[in-house]
């Protein structure tokens, strides 16, 4: 089966200056996760997608990020403006709904350097 | 979620067996126990995951000890390409529970 496809892989920008991730779940999966990743830390989730129902957004700082899974299927994220401190990697995840499992499938990533 | 204690780093010789500590001692009676790696320049990838009885899938084993306070993941022959930082997680499958990642243990296998 496909995977979880991510683009672009690398983006640089400046601050202060918009920027957008797109992802595409694997087919059929109906969860969609956000995931951000500071160099050496672990992944941080900033945004949970039930269909195209926001489950959990805690995380997100609404403030310059925002995040939309039109039909269900796949999503967008956008930083508008970015800060340095934006620099990360951004993984996209899915999986399929069911009781019991927190499996998720993650894409490569989109890697944004903000200067 | 039941906080974990991971090794920050650990060596193992390629062809042997990697053992991958993980500390839960706080983990409830209905939080699973989820692996997952990261290769560089790769996303998360998962690997095993169990309550308490052991596991093995075609990646590799999942111990849990009797009491549930810690686990060991063990991969039984190294190879190069496990090279990885591995995440533990103690997570319910249940209710709005976020997988929540923390630093892992990077794993270097040494030819």
């Known amino acids: 089966e496909a995977g979880v496809a991510q683009s672009p892989r690398y983006k640089i920008i400046e601050k202060r200056q918009s920027v957008a991730f797109w992802c595409n779940p694997i087919?059929?999966?109906?969860?969609l996760y956000w995931y951000q990743q500071i160099l050496g830390q672990g992944p941080k989730l900033l945004i949970q997608f039930q269909n195209n129902g926001v489950v959990d957004d805690s995380q997100l700082p609404k403030d310059r990020f925002s995040a939309e899974r039109l039909k269900g299927v796949d999503s967008t994220l956008k930083i508008q403006p970015a800060k340095l401190e934006d620099s990360a990697v951004y993984l996209c995840a899915s999986s399929l709904v069911y009781s019991g499992a927190n499996v998720l499938t993650f894409g490569a990533g989109s890697r944004l350097t903000v200067l | 979620d039941a906080k974990t204690t991971q090794p920050t780093s650990m060596d193992c010789a390629e062809g042997r067996a990697a053992n991958l500590p993980c500390n839960h001692s706080?983990?409830?009676?209905?939080?699973?126990v989820y692996w997952y790696r990261q290769i560089h320049s790769q996303g998360p990838q998962y690997i095993i995951h169990g309550l308490k009885n052991n596991e093995t899938n075609e990646m590799a084993s999942l111990i849990i000890t009797e009491d549930r306070k810690s686990s060991t993941l063990i991969l039984p022959h190294a190879t190069l390409r496990d090279t990885a930082v591995y995440y533990c997680?103690?997570?319910?499958?249940?209710?709005?529970?976020?997988?929540?990642f923390g630093t892992g243990t990077r794993l270097t296998i040494i030819p």
């Open positions: 997680i103690a997570i319910s499958n249940f209710g709005n529970e976020k997988l929540t």
């Open positions: 706080t983990i409830s009676g209905n939080e699973y």
């Open positions: 087919s059929g999966h109906a969860t």
